[in-house]
């Protein structure tokens, strides 16, 4: 299949089960709500080495917000439902909790509930107070700049993360253009975030390593420095190649998000510098959640 | 479904406990099963078809009862969630009673001890409310634990009494010794307030237009705070369609007490600024 020129691989992306959760970030304005949901969703890359993936979902107009704020959404992915509650509480109480103004609610209300403000309360050291309103709990914890506002509990579901492109161009200025437009579009959509810096990754892993010690190391066969070996899949013109990761609450979610992305880069097309887009997997052995590149963009 | 509706038949100069038609609610038991339920009124025996008739099912969701007087006692009492009961007259005593999370609508007048015990739900009551609104039968020491209580007009002493959870908003005034030994929850009205509120108060929260005329000194003055908190429970107050309506949905300015300090309580008096 070959779009504009760009080649779209007869492969697929193959992406992993995780538990999910979504909270909303309040604050006097915008600026300090960024503050504290960039700082929070900081060093949540990779669960491999940081626990958990996050990142911002989207910005929240005043009246999205339960408490008629600025505000911004935060999704938070995990391998396990225990390794999800410990990195929220933790983040909130680090990165939120800490900043100026700020507020934090559930994102999601699903039956299975993990804790938001629920141990966080006992910061307020016998000062707190709770109020159930509708049916939800929330806690008050006296702060230096009034009080912390914080929902018990937040929702969590089941979700997948892993979902990924990899973008073959003749330069890396030419793969950053087409993974900067990919990203605009995919960060466009709800439910889906790219929690790598910026949406794009350079350093696309293997499992395993020659060093026994390490359970990932340098995808060497995607690497144009390697080009002459003799397991490279890169073609000579090739110089530079970028992954772009996709969590996402659901398979459409994720799936969208792969099909904006593709359409992004494919309007660029090969004169652009744009020679190829394939899907990074582990024979299917490893992930449950395969998608299909051609099938998404033919959807 | 259709509406079911209940009608007193024959006044009585004798109280009617009404706790037959939520424990029939409980129970799911028919129309005609109820009617032979048994009832004391007075020194006599009787059966619930003797003074009330019913038409339609029990089961439905929405039920009318009518021509109710304040002999009436425990109306609404645990009436469970999904069911919405309206009552177009006044009421006795312990209306709403360990309401158990249906809706629980008085057109008039209710007497005291109204929602006591009450643990989910909402109460609308349109005209006024005696004494202990939200309280605790006398000698227990749980009050009110949970859902919401409006009244459309005023609610007399002891409102909030030894409250543990809960929303109770008054449009009107609100008698003396208002949340009195209150353990949580919120209180708040549009109108005035009488003497020693909060007394033996220990947490929660009682939100008043304006300062008492007597402000007990058993409360601390703790200054003027924008609270988020206030902008949730406005939403929540707005929900209902009453004079709260009338309260800027962002307000969130106040000046706040602590106390009742003699009991080294945390809870708090927060007056609206502006």
Not at chain 1, 254 to 265: F, L, Q
Not at chain 2, 85 to 113: C, F, K, P, R, S
Request: aromatic share 6%; glycine share 12%; with cysteine.
């Amino acid at each position: 299949m070959n779009i504009n020129g760009v080649v779209i691989d007869d492969t697929f992306s193959e992406a992993f089960s995780m538990r999910a959760t979504r909270i909303i970030i309040t604050a006097i304005n915008y600026k300090w709500a960024r503050h504290a949901a960039e700082t929070m969703t900081g060093f949540a890359t990779s669960v491999i080495g940081c626990r958990v993936e996050a990142g911002i979902e989207r910005h929240l107009s005043n009246n999205e917000t339960p408490d008629g704020r600025p505000g911004i959404s935060v999704l938070l992915f995990s391998t396990d439902r225990k390794t999800l509650q410990k990195q929220l509480e933790a983040r909130i109480g680090q990165c939120v909790l800490t900043c100026p103004t700020t507020a934090v609610f559930a994102g999601m209300y699903t039956e299975d509930r993990i804790a938001l403000g629920k141990n966080l309360r006992y910061f307020g050291d016998g000062y707190q107070s709770s109020k159930y309103l509708s049916d939800e709990r929330y806690w008050r914890i006296p702060v230096m700049d009034g009080e912390f506002i914080c929902q018990e509990t937040t929702g969590v579901q089941k979700a997948i993360g892993g979902g990924n492109l990899l973008v073959f161009a003749r330069s890396i200025s030419q793969v950053l253009l087409a993974c900067e437009a990919a990203i605009d579009s995919m960060t466009a959509l709800p439910n889906v975030i790219l929690p790598f810096p910026g949406g794009g990754v350079r350093s696309g892993s293997k499992v395993g390593s020659k060093y026994p010690a390490l359970s990932a190391s340098t995808n060497h066969r995607y690497c144009p420095t390697l080009k002459g070996k003799a397991d490279s899949v890169l073609d000579k013109n090739i110089e530079a190649v970028m992954e772009i990761v996709i969590d996402g609450l659901s398979k459409e979610d994720v799936a969208m998000a792969m099909k904006v992305g593709m359409e992004a880069i494919c309007d660029l097309g090969k004169s652009q510098g744009i020679e190829k887009i394939t899907g990074g997997n582990y024979g299917g052995k490893l992930g449950e959640h395969h998608f299909h590149l051609r099938e998404i963009i033919s959807e | 479904m259709s509406k079911c509706t209940i009608t007193l038949q024959h006044e009585t100069k004798h109280r009617i406990d009404m706790r037959w038609l939520g424990r029939a609610m409980q129970s799911q038991l028919s129309s005609k099963e109820t009617l032979k339920h048994t009832l004391q009124i007075g020194k006599k025996t009787v059966t619930v078809g003797e003074i009330f008739s019913i038409e339609g099912k029990l089961s439905s969701s929405d039920i009318q009862l009518s021509k109710t007087t304040t002999s009436c006692d425990y109306v609404g009492y645990q009436l469970p969630a999904s069911k919405i009961l309206t009552v177009d007259g006044h009421v006795g005593h312990y209306a709403g009673a360990e309401l158990a999370g249906g809706q629980l609508n008085i057109e008039a007048d209710t007497l005291d001890y109204t929602g006591c015990g009450m643990k989910a739900g909402v109460l609308i009551i349109n005209g006024n409310s005696g004494d202990y609104l939200g309280g605790a039968y006398a000698g227990q020491k749980k009050g009110m634990a949970g859902g919401t209580i409006l009244v459309k007009g005023n609610s007399g002493d002891f409102t909030g009494d030894l409250m543990r959870k809960g929303l109770i908003m008054v449009t009107g005034n609100i008698g003396h010794y208002c949340a009195s030994r209150m353990i949580a929850g919120t209180i708040t009205n549009l109108g005035t307030v009488g003497e020693n509120i909060g007394q033996n108060m220990r947490r929660g929260t009682l939100l008043l237009p304006e300062l008492p005329k007597n402000m007990p000194a058993y409360y601390e003055n703790c200054g003027r705070h924008n609270l988020g908190y206030l902008t949730l429970l406005l939403h929540e107050l707005r929900k209902y369609d009453s004079e709260f309506r009338s309260l800027h949905p962002m307000r969130r300015r106040v000046q706040r007490y602590l106390g009742d300090t003699s009991v080294n309580g945390l809870g708090e008096l927060l007056i609206w600024i502006g």
